[in-house]
C-alpha cells in the first residue's frame, strides 16, 4: 500500500489513463442509484462525485484498481427497479448504491500481502466475491472511476489477450462465466447435441451460442432480432434462428390450473413446431433459458425425450420477473418458485427405472438426508434404497389415509418420529405468483405459500437437525407438491462431493431440469482461456460503446428489448475505442523515450515520468544476462545522462532501474566467457567502466530488484545510489560454481559494503540470500512488495529530486580503511588459511568439484586482499585482469561447459567457508 492520495476535493478526469506517480483523487466519478428512488434505469440511474475508495491497513490482499472501462448488466437493471427485492435491504444504512458487476482496469495501488498482481498490470475484475454479486448485492459496484477488490478477483490479462482493447473484455466475466457454468457443467453440452438458447443472440445468449458451438453442438436461437442472428450464423456462432414475433401471444404464459394438456398443447403446438423446422425435424436435446414462466413451459414441451433445461434467471419482460414457473409431465402440471431452483442451484431429475437406479444416478454418496413423499409401495422402493445407501430418512404421509402403509415404513426401520403426518401440513396444489403484474411483491404470495413451505422446512429441521435440509427430496406425479420439494431440498454446495440439492420423480420419461447461478474461480479461468485461444470472441463490432454515462442508456436499451448488438460497454478511463491494453500498460509506465525491443537487438526500454527515467533491461529469455550489446547500451545511456542530465533531450533528474521479467539481472551472459584472457578481461573492464560511470552520475540512480540479482545483477546493483528489493529478489555472488571469481566490481564494493567475512562467505559458498537477509547485513536499503515496487521506486526518485533525500557520497577507500582489523581478522582464520593455500587443479583435476572450488575462493580471497592493500581503483583493475585469466583457464572453462551442459554437479551445495 502506497501514499498517493490527493487531498483535493476535484475528481480525476474521465478518459484520462492512469500512470505511475499520479495521485489518487479522494473523490470519483460514480454511477449511482439513491435509496427510496427506484424506477427506469434511464431515469434513476445518475452519476455524480462519490468517495474514492482506498486500502486499509487490513487490505493486505487487496488491490486498487483504476478502471478503464465497464459494462452493463441486467443486475444493474434489477437494482434499479428494485426487483425482485430492494437493493437497500433491512438494517442497511447506506443511502447511495453505485451498481456495475463487469469490468477492466489497471491496478494501481496493493495491499503488503498481493502476489498474484502488480502495479501497472491490467486485470479483469470478478463480480463474485465467493458470498455475493458485486455491485447487486453489495453497494460497491464497478461502474466507476475506481474499485477495490480482492487480489483473486483481479485476474491478469494474458499475454494472447494483450493486443484486445478493454472494452472488449471489460463486460464479458459476468456473461461468460454464467453461461459456462450453464452451458459446459449444468447441460453437459456433447458434440452432436441440439441446444436452444434464448435470448436471441445478445448478452448470455452470446456467450453461450458460441461455447455450445464450441462443444460441436447445433445451436438454435430464439430471439426477435433476425438481423443480429443472421450474423451470428454467417460468423459461424449458431446454426438456426426461431423469431417469437411470429407465434400469437396465447402461446405464451404461465399454464392455468384448469387447463388440461391436450388443450395446452393445441394452443403451443405452433412453438414446437417452428423448433422441428429449425432443427431438421427434431425437439431439442438442451435448452439454456432464463426468461421465466412466460416461455418456461414452451420450453419443457420442446425437449425431446431425455432433454435437460438449464436455467439461470427468470427476468421476464420488462425485468418485472417472472417466478412462477409451469410445466406438463405426464399430463400433471407442475408448479414451482423459480428462484428456489435457479438461485440455489438445485436439479430435478424425471426419471425412469427402479428406485435403485435414480439414486444412483442422482449420484447419492451414503449417510445422506433424504425426503420421501408418501408411504405406499412406490415410496418404500425409494425407502429401501435409500437405507441401502446408509441415507437418514423422513417421510411425509397421511395418517389418516396411509396408516397400514405407514406401519410398514416403521417395520422397515424409519422411526415413528422421522414421519411426518401430511393430514397436519397445508399443501396447496398450486401457488401464487410471488410478483403482481406490476413486479410488484405479491402481498398473497407469503400467506397462501410461503408461510406454509417454511413451516414444512422447519418440521424438517426437527428431523434432520436446526437448518439441516434434505440431499435429495422423492417426489411423484400423482400429486403437485413440487414447489414445497425445490423450497426444501438443500441449496448448492460446491465443496460437496453432492454440490446440487435434488428431486427426483419415478416417471415414464427422462426429463432434467436444472438451476444455475453464478460461476466460480475455475470457470472463469477456463473462459479466460477459451477467449485467449480465440475460441471465444468479443470482437469490437460486437460491443455497442459509450461512456460512463451513457450506461443509463446502454440499461435502458436492455430494459425495452432494442439493444442491436450483443453487448454494451463504457469506457471510463480508457481514452478511446480499440486501444490495446498492452498500449494502457506501456502508458502506465510513463512516456515512451526508447521502447525495447529484443529481436531487434534494442535491450534497454525507457519510459519518463515527471522527470524520473524508468530504465527496464530487456532480455527476459535471458534473465536479463549482461552481454556486450547489453552492457553497450547501458554505456550510452549512462554517458548521455552524466554529459547533459538529458535522455533524448528530455530533462531526467533521477533514474530507476530493474529488470524485464522474472529478473532484474541473473548475471553476465556466460557465453561472454569464451576466447583469451585479454578478450574476456577486456569485457570485464567495459563492464567495471560502466558501473563506474554509473555510480558517479549527478542524479541519484535506484536499482528495483524484483528477481534474481546475481553475479554482474549484483555488481550492478551495487552502484546504485539506493538498492529497493522484493519478496522475489535473490542476491549473491555465484561465481565459485563456474570456477571463476566476480570480476565486474563485486569484490570491491561488497567487502566495503557489508563487511569482508560476510563478503568472503557470500562469494565463497556461491549461496544467494533472500530479500530480508539482504537488509539485515546492509546491503540494500530497502524492502517493499513486489505489488508496490515500482511505485515505491518513484516515490523514493522523487524524495531525492525534492531534496528530502540525498546521494550519500561513497568514498570507498575510507570505508576500507575502518574495516582493515575485520579483513586481518578474517585471513587469520583457518579455513581461509586452508583455503589460501589451496593449489590451481591440473587440467586432468579441472573436474574436481571441492579442488576447483578452493582454487576459485582462493583467488576471490587475493583479489578483496589485493584491493584492499593498494585501494578501491587498483582493485577493480586487478579484479577485470584477473578474472580475464582465471576465466579462460581449463579450470574455468570446465565448469563454464557444465553449466551450459546444465550439468547438476555444477550447481551443487558446497561450503567451504561456515
Known amino acids: 500500500m502506497t501514499n498517493l492520495t490527493n487531498n483535493s476535493d476535484t475528481c480525476l478526469l474521465l478518459g484520462l489513463p492512469p500512470v505511475l506517480g499520479s495521485a489518487i483523487p479522494e473523490r470519483m466519478k460514480a454511477l449511482t442509484i439513491h435509496r427510496n428512488d427506484y424506477g427506469p434505469p434511464g431515469q434513476v440511474i445518475r452519476m455524480e462525485s462519490v468517495p474514492t475508495p482506498y486500502l486499509r491497513e487490513n487490505d493486505a490482499g487487496r488491490v486498487l484498481v483504476a478502471i478503464l472501462a465497464s459494462g452493463p448488466n441486467y443486475n444493474t437493471n434489477f437494482a434499479a427497479l428494485g426487483l425482485p427485492v430492494p437493493v437497500f435491504g433491512r438494517g442497511d444504512s447506506a443511502t447511495i448504491h453505485i451498481p456495475g458487476s463487469d469490468a477492466l482496469g489497471i491496478v494501481v495501488d496493493a495491499g503488503s500481502g498481493v502476489t498474484r498482481v502488480k502495479v501497472g498490470q491490467a486485470v479483469i475484475l470478478d463480480s463474485w466475491t465467493g458470498r455475493n454479486i458485486r455491485g447487486y448485492e453489495t453497494h460497491d459496484g464497478f461502474n466507476a472511476q475506481f474499485a477495490v477488490v480482492d487480489e483473486v478477483r483481479a485476474i491478469p490479462i494474458p499475454e494472447p489477450l494483450q493486443n484486445h482493447s478493454p472494452e472488449s473484455l471489460a463486460a464479458i466475466l459476468l456473461t461468460y462465466g454464467t453461461a459456462y457454468r450453464a452451458i459446459i457443467e449444468r447441460l453437459k453440452v456433447r458434440p452432436g447435441d441440439s441446444v436452444l438458447i434464448m435470448g436471441g443472440g445478445k448478452g448470455t445468449s452470446f456467450a453461450g451460442a458460441q461455447l455450445a458451438k464450441a462443444q460441436g453442438a447445433r445451436v438454435i436461437l430464439v430471439g426477435s432480432n433476425p438481423v443480429l442472428v443472421n450474423s451470428l450464423i454467417s460468423r459461424g456462432l449458431a446454426d438456426a434462428f426461431v423469431d417469437r414475433r411470429a407465434f400469437d401471444p396465447g402461446v405464451f404464459g404461465v399454464i392455468d390450473q384448469n387447463l388440461s394438456r391436450a388443450q395446452w398443447e393445441t394452443r403451443t403446438e405452433s412453438f414446437r413446431q417452428a423448433v422441428r423446422e429449425a432443427n431438421k425435424g427434431r425437439l431439442v436435446d438442451k435448452i439454456f433459458e432464463h426468461t421465466g414462466g412466460a416461455n418456461f413451459p414452451l420450453l419443457i414441451s420442446a425437449l425431446a425425450p431425455g432433454g435437460t433445461l438449464a436455467f439461470f434467471g427468470a427476468t421476464g419482460k420488462g425485468l418485472k420477473g417472472e417466478y412462477k414457473e409451469t410445466f406438463f409431465y405426464e399430463g400433471r402440471r407442475f408448479v414451482m418458485d423459480a428462484r428456489w431452483v435457479w438461485m440455489r442451484q438445485k436439479q430435478i431429475l424425471f426419471r425412469r427405472g427402479s428406485a435403485e437406479h435414480i439414486l444412483e444416478a442422482a449420484g447419492l454418496p451414503p449417510g445422506r438426508r433424504v425426503l420421501i413423499w408418501g408411504a405406499d409401495r412406490y415410496a418404500r422402493h425409494f425407502i429401501r434404497a435409500a437405507l441401502k445407501r446408509s441415507a437418514q430418512v423422513a417421510v411425509i404421509a397421511s395418517q389418516t389415509r396411509e396408516k397400514k402403509d405407514i406401519s410398514l415404513v416403521i417395520r422397515m426401520g424409519i422411526p415413528s418420529g422421522h414421519i411426518l403426518d401430511r393430514d397436519g401440513l397445508v399443501l396447496p396444489a398450486d401457488m401464487p405468483d410471488p410478483l403482481t403484474e406490476k413486479g410488484e411483491p405479491n402481498p398473497v404470495y407469503g400467506p397462501e405459500y410461503m408461510r406454509h413451505a417454511q413451516a414444512l422446512g422447519k418440521a424438517l429441521w426437527n428431523i434432520f437437525g436446526p437448518r439441516q435440509n434434505p440431499d435429495l427430496v422423492v417426489e411423484r406425479t400423482d400429486q403437485s407438491t413440487l414447489h414445497f420439494s425445490t423450497f426444501v431440498v438443500r441449496d448448492f454446495d460446491e465443496n460437496d462431493v453432492l454440490p446440487c440439492g435434488t428431486v427426483v420423480v419415478r416417471g415414464k420419461s427422462d426429463l432434467t431440469i436444472r438451476g444455475s447461478h453464478m460461476y466460480g474461480s475455475t470457470q472463469a479461468a477456463d473462459v479466460i482461456r477459451l477467449l485467449s485461444s480465440g475460441t471465444l470472441v468479443m470482437e469490437q463490432e460486437d460491443l455497442e460503446i459509450t461512456d460512463l454515462a451513457g450506461i443509463a442508456g446502454l440499461q435502458q436499451k436492455m430494459l425495452d428489448g432494442v439493444m442491436k448488438k450483443p453487448k454494451g460497454v463504457a469506457l471510463v478511463q480508457a481514452d478511446r475505442p480499440g486501444r490495446t491494453i498492452a498500449d494502457y500498460e506501456s502508458t502506465f509506465r510513463g512516456e515512451a523515450v526508447m521502447i525495447a525491443d529484443p ?56 533514474m530507476i532501474i530493474t529488470g524485464a521479467g522474472r529478473s532484474f539481472v541473473a548475471g553476465a551472459d556466460v557465453n561472454a566467457f569464451r576466447g583469451s584472457p585479454e578478450i574476456i578481461g577486456a569485457f570485464a573492464h567495459k563492464n567495471i567502466t560502466v558501473f563506474s560511470d554509473l555510480e558517479k552520475l549527478p542524479i541519484p540512480v535506484i536499482t528495483l530488484i524484483d528477481g534474481f540479482g546475481l553475479g554482474g545483477g549484483n555488481e550492478l546493483a551495487m552502484s546504485a545510489h539506493y538498492r529497493i528489493v522484493t519478496e522475489n529478489a535473490r542476491l549473491g555472488q555465484p561465481e565459485v560454481k563456474l570456477g571463476i571469481i566476480p570480476g565486474y566490481g563485486g569484490l570491491q564494493r561488497l567487502p566495503r559494503l557489508i563487511g569482508p567475512s560476510k563478503a568472503a562467505e557470500l562469494c565463497i559458498n556461491g549461496e544467494p540470500i533472500d530479500a530480508f537477509s539482504a537488509l539485515e547485513i546492509g ?26 533525500r540525498l546521494i550519500t557520497p561513497k568514498d570507498w577507500d575510507i570505508r576500507g580503511e575502518k574495516q582493515l582489523e575485520e579483513l586481518k581478522a578474517l585471513l587469520s582464520r583457518p579455513e581461509i588459511r586452508e583455503i589460501l593455500a589451496a593449489p590451481t587443479p591440473r587440467q586432468s583435476e579441472a573436474g574436481d568439484l571441492r579442488a576447483a572450488r578452493m582454487a576459485s575462493a582462493r583467488d576471490t580471497l587475493a583479489a578483496i586482499q589485493y584491493g584492499y592493500e593498494h585501494g578501491f581503483e587498483e582493485g577493480l583493475s586487478n579484479d577485470a585482469v584477473l578474472f580475464g585469466r582465471i576465466a579462460a583457464s581449463p579450470g574455468g572453462q570446465e565448469w563454464i561447459d557444465r553449466f551450459l551442459a546444465k550439468d547438476p554437479l555444477q550447481s551443487s551445495f558446497l561450503t567451504l567457508l561456515p
Do not use: W, Y
Open 599 to 654: 529481436a531487434q537487438n534494442r535491450l534497454i526500454d525507457i519510459r519518463l515520468i515527471k522527470e524520473v527515467a524508468l530504465v527496464t533491461l530487456s532480455r527476459p529469455e535471458a534473465l536479463n544476462a549482461l552481454n556486450d550489446a547489453l552492457v553497450s547500451q547501458l554505456k550510452d545511456l549512462v554517458q548521455e545522462v552524466a554529459d547533459h542530465q538529458f535522455i533524448s533531450n528530455r530533462p531526467v533528474k533521477a
Open 779 to 804: 546491503l540494500v536499503d530497502e524492502f517493499a512488495p513486489s505489488a508496490t515496487a515500482l511505485t515505491r521506486a518513484f516515490i523514493v526518485a522523487r524524495q531525492f529530486i525534492e531534496g528530502q
